[in-house]
């Protein structure tokens, strides 16, 4: 994941991530990764997993996380269940998560509407805090 500006809606996905099994680990992707798809992150890849870390539902965090799930990465984690926001496009989720699909260990939960880190951003940016 992500985790830029750490919200409710990260809490809800981690905690929805949890109830599928009795250890969570999340990778949070670099701050390099991040810039590359989708746009340079607020916070530092150390921060975010700082922010991670400190959610209850999550027993360990994993830095620098690839984009791209490898059969490797998931056997050298001891991972059961990958899972992401149904918020993915199938054409990206394929690519990302191709290899945990065919394994049949993919799991998607809803996204919590109304709250996102683009959203946090817009209203930032909205409000008058010069």
Same mark, same amino acid.
């Given at each position: ?6 919200? =409710?809606?990260?809490?809800?996905? @981690?905690?929805?991530?949890? *109830?599928?099994?009795?250890? @969570?680990? !999340?990778?949070?992707? /670099?701050?390099? &990764?991040?810039?590359? =798809?989708?746009?340079? #992150?607020? @916070?530092?890849?150390?921060? $975010?997993?700082? /922010?991670?870390?400190?959610? $209850?539902?999550?027993?360990? !965090? %994993? #830095?620098?996380? #690839?984009?791209?799930? &490898? $059969? ?15 918020? !993915?496009?199938?054409? !990206?989720?394929? %690519?990302? =998560?191709? %290899? #945990? ?6 799991? *998607?939960?809803? =996204?919590?509407?109304?709250? /996102?880190? &683009?959203? @946090?951003? /817009? $209203?930032?940016?909205?409000?008058? %805090?010069?």
């Amino acid at each position: 994941m992500v985790a830029d500006l750490f919200h =409710y809606g990260h809490v809800n996905f @981690l905690r929805q991530a949890k *109830s599928h099994g009795d250890f @969570l680990l !999340v990778g949070v992707h /670099s701050d390099e &990764t991040v810039a590359n =798809y989708k746009r340079n #992150p607020i @916070l530092s890849m150390d921060e $975010r997993v700082a /922010s991670v870390a400190g959610c $209850r539902y999550v027993d360990e !965090v %994993v #830095p620098n996380a #690839p984009l791209e799930i &490898t $059969r490797d990465w998931i056997e050298k984690h001891n991972i059961d269940l990958i899972m992401h926001g149904d918020d !993915v496009a199938p054409e !990206v989720r394929d %690519v990302w =998560y191709g %290899v #945990p699909i065919e394994m049949g260990i993919y799991k *998607s939960v809803g =996204y919590t509407d109304g709250i /996102s880190t &683009t959203e @946090l951003i /817009s $209203r930032i940016k909205a409000a008058d %805090v010069g």
